[in-house]
């Protein structure tokens, strides 16, 4: 019997599966709508459609998973009830966060509230016990204290307890005590340790990321557990379960219980790692990814080959401080909402329709316009076209309402209307793309759009115009392109021990000796995931700064052992890399070490695309119609031909005004472009010569 591997991404409004068959290759896709309150049921429904094929539950032999539990949980505010332990006369710093209000709009809001605390002073018990600065105990860890404390925690009935001690990433002694007195006395609650969570400097972000994950835990293990249960009950054998992290790697379903919060950006780093395959086989090496679906837009920059990843990360304005993939997010996707605000102008955004009820014409009940229902009334979507065909849109309903509740109000027509919202959602977007380009020193003309998810291919040819870039890349199954990234993904984990000294006075002995301490945990790690050592990669970093600066550049670092002129290297490569990121470098100032970082690769059989030979078919066998579409003002209403993308294959060109249609998106084609059909049967967009 074939092998299959299965990959589910959960989004706010579908869940998007890819079944790879391992003898012939064959990919096969399928969404269902998501189930919010129950997500596993959602990725139930997707196995069961395999299942209905004829594979039997034994023969997936790998899934992957990329979700929002986490996420959602922390967005939505329902996590545990947790407890945090601090040391003595440091309760102080978890409520007084950065001292800071943010920037941009944040700056002038009146009515600007900082972010509930997870933990709250109530949860909060002090610890006697102090290591100084260079991981001395100053003053040992009262145990009966320690004991009390926990109690309390008890009494008060918490889920999970985050414990964050000064200068705990020198000494994690006095956490370890803490761990040990809470397995005997509280066994019940989720423990979070610093040390072993972020084991770095800088003592709120290090608290904030450890209480988030407190906070998260016991809902990330219950759903994880629930969902291993149940895929156990239908008969799934393998042991090979993954969760997509924030990182752009894969993690066992216990270990992402233990760490959930590396799975916050957990959806959209699969789209990140899909881009990356997808344009390396074209030949691209610089792409800008753009991922629309149904709640949000999410984009990344790869430049050379290389993703953009960040160890300051904040989600609803709290801190997280773990690399993650810098991906930009934006209230924008099918679901977002228009409205007219109470000033009598056109607002788009940011709350959305999500799954339940959804955009009006779903005809699930939804009575506010969304995007959706715009590019509906516009003629970009057809009504018996959706899904394949397997969702009828209500139009008359959407357009009813879009007349009544935006066109009218604002004195405009239907189309007019449409446009409208259209054209502030794309500037919101357009936006989100300068912020991770031109907007830190790269030029855009230089990079490749990469557009997926469901909305993508609608927005990104009008967006590539509006931008001047130069080309658009639409992968062959672009609304379950997230998915198809956890067929590519390793199992990757992360570690880091913060070691402050300037570069110069540095002991190479004792870096060298520290990077030993990352290596061998990091390999013992994945022996205990089932890796042998040849299917381990390693990748070293050092975190440096110019001496007196309050943020670092994480910079790729030599394999260790290191030898004295390998750090001139390094403070060469940062020197570079600083220019890159801000416009300058100073070769004179004294570098800083702060942080050393590594990498762990457990290396996964990859899933091979291959490229397709064409038939010889004309591109006039994947007509499938016509019909009027609104181009706004400049072009006005204009009749356009339909193909179908299945019956598209390489060196096939189209020419706009275009629409091609595929069960899980609609790819629009403006007057100004023309698509041809590469190898891989990528569409790619440019304007007409």
Do not use: W
């Amino acid at each position: 019997m074939a092998k299959y591997r299965v990959t589910v991404d959960t989004g706010g409004t579908f869940s998007d599966f890819v079944f790879f068959n391992e003898e012939s290759g064959e990919i096969t896709i399928t969404k269902v709508p998501s189930t919010p309150k129950e997500p596993f049921q959602a990725v139930l429904k997707g196995i069961k459609e395999l299942l209905d094929r004829g594979a039997a539950a034994a023969d997936i032999s790998f899934f992957s998973h990329g979700t929002t539990v986490g996420t959602n949980a922390l967005l939505e505010e329902k996590g545990a009830k947790t407890g945090l332990l601090v040391t003595q006369g440091f309760r102080g710093i978890y409520e007084v966060m950065e001292q800071t209000r943010g920037y941009g709009p944040a700056t002038y809001d009146l009515f600007f509230e900082k972010p509930k605390l997870l933990a709250p002073p109530y949860y909060t018990e002090e610890i006697p016990e102090r290591v100084d600065f260079r991981g001395q105990a100053l003053r040992p860890i009262d145990v009966e204290a320690s004991l009390q404390a926990i109690r309390s925690l008890k009494r008060k009935q918490v889920e999970s307890i985050a414990v964050c001690f000064l200068f705990s990433f020198l000494n994690p002694d006095h956490e370890l005590k803490i761990k040990e007195i809470a397995e005997k006395e509280f066994p019940q609650a989720r423990l979070s340790l610093s040390c072993e969570v972020l084991p770095q400097i800088r003592e709120f972000y290090r608290m904030s990321t450890t209480v988030i994950n407190a906070y998260i835990a016991p809902v990330m293990a219950s759903y994880l557990s629930r969902l291993e249960g149940r895929m156990r009950e239908i008969g799934v054998t393998t042991p090979k379960l993954y969760i997509m992290q924030s990182n752009g790697g894969v993690s066992t379903f216990e270990g992402a219980a233990k760490k959930p919060v590396a799975t916050v950006l957990s959806g959209p780093a699969g789209g990140v790692i899909a881009s990356m395959g997808i344009s390396q086989r074209a030949g691209i090496n610089n792409i800008i990814t753009f991922d629309m679906g149904g709640t949000s837009c999410d984009v990344a920059l790869i430049h050379e080959g290389n993703p953009v990843i960040t160890t300051q990360g904040k989600i609803n304005q709290r801190p997280i401080s773990l690399p993650m993939l810098d991906i930009h997010t934006v209230s924008a996707g099918g679901g977002t909402i228009a409205r007219i605000d109470p000033v009598g102008g056109l607002q788009v955004g940011p709350d959305s329709a999500g799954a339940d009820p959804g955009p009006i014409c779903y005809d699930y009940g939804g009575e506010e316009v969304t995007i959706t229902d715009a590019n509906l009334a516009l003629g970009v979507l057809h009504p018996d076209h959706f899904l394949g065909g397997r969702m009828k849109l209500n139009k008359s309903k959407a357009e009813r309402l879009l007349e009544k509740k935006i066109a009218q109000p604002l004195g405009l027509n239907l189309l007019e209307a449409a446009e409208g919202i259209l054209k502030i959602i794309n500037v919101k977007m357009e936006e989100a793309i300068k912020a991770v380009s031109s907007q830190r020193g790269y030029d855009i003309r230089d990079f490749t759009l990469v557009a997926f998810g469901g909305g993508g291919p609608m927005h990104a040819g009008r967006i590539t115009l509006e931008l001047g870039i130069p080309s658009l890349l639409i992968p062959l199954a672009p609304g379950v392109t997230s998915a198809l990234g956890l067929l590519m993904s390793d199992v990757k984990h992360d570690y880091v021990r913060s070691k402050l000294a300037p570069l110069k006075e540095l002991d190479v002995d004792e870096v060298n000796r520290l990077f030993a301490q990352l290596v061998e945990r990091a390999r013992t790690d994945l022996r205990l995931e089932g890796f042998a050592d040849q299917e381990m990669a390693l990748n070293p970093f050092l975190d440096l700064r110019y001496a007196g600066q309050g943020y670092e550049l994480t910079v790729p670092s030599l394999m260790p052992p290191l030898a004295p002129a390998d750090l001139d290297l390094m403070r060469e490569r940062f020197d570079r890399q600083h220019e890159q990121a801000h416009g300058h470098k100073a070769e004179t100032e004294p570098v800083e070490l702060v942080s050393l970082r590594l990498i762990s690769v457990g290396l996964v059989p990859q899933a091979k695309l291959s490229p397709v030979t064409p038939t010889g078919r004309k591109v006039e066998a994947a007509q499938i119609g016509e019909r009027e579409i609104f181009f706004g003002k400049e072009h006005g209403t204009l009749n356009c031909r339909i193909y179908a993308r299945e019956l598209l294959e390489p060196e096939h060109r189209i020419v706009g005004p275009a629409v091609i249609e595929q069960m899980d998106t609609t790819t629009v084609i403006h007057p100004e472009q023309e698509a041809t059909v590469d190898g891989y049967r990528n569409l790619m967009v440019r304007e007409k010569q």
